[in-house]
């Protein structure tokens, strides 16, 4: 299964996918901003989410996308949590602008990213 995550300060939404003959299955948890947030809240919104916890060993592959996440200390401190929850996925962590770069292409482009921030 891959979880993919975009997350705020305000909310991060994530989608779980197995394939495409099931429905995703969509979570939303409190924002996960490694900037703002300690280590300690940050495990604390992902370990205390139900949802999350019921799939966490079908996970193989976590792609989060987060505010705050365009260090590699952030990158680093997000990636430890999630690699350490979904203790059988592989993990990539960015900036939340690179989920629209990626979504739209992979070629060199110009993206727009409207948000709250």
Request: proline letters at 3%; hydrophobic letters at 40%; one cysteine or more.
């Amino acid at each position: 299964m891959v979880l993919i995550a975009d997350s705020g300060s305000t909310k991060c939404d994530w989608i779980l996918y197995e394939n495409k003959e099931k429905q995703p299955l969509r979570i939303r948890t409190k924002g996960l901003n490694p900037t703002i947030l300690s280590k300690k809240a940050l495990q604390k919104i992902i370990t205390e989410n139900s949802k999350l916890a019921a799939y966490k060993d079908e996970v193989t592959f976590v792609c989060f996308f987060g505010a705050g996440c365009g260090t590699e200390k952030n990158q680093g401190k997000v990636a430890h949590i999630l690699n350490t929850f979904f203790a059988n996925a592989k993990s990539i962590v960015r900036e939340d602008i690179m989920a629209a770069v990626w979504a739209t292409t992979n070629e060199p482009a110009v993206v727009g990213f409207f948000g709250t921030g």
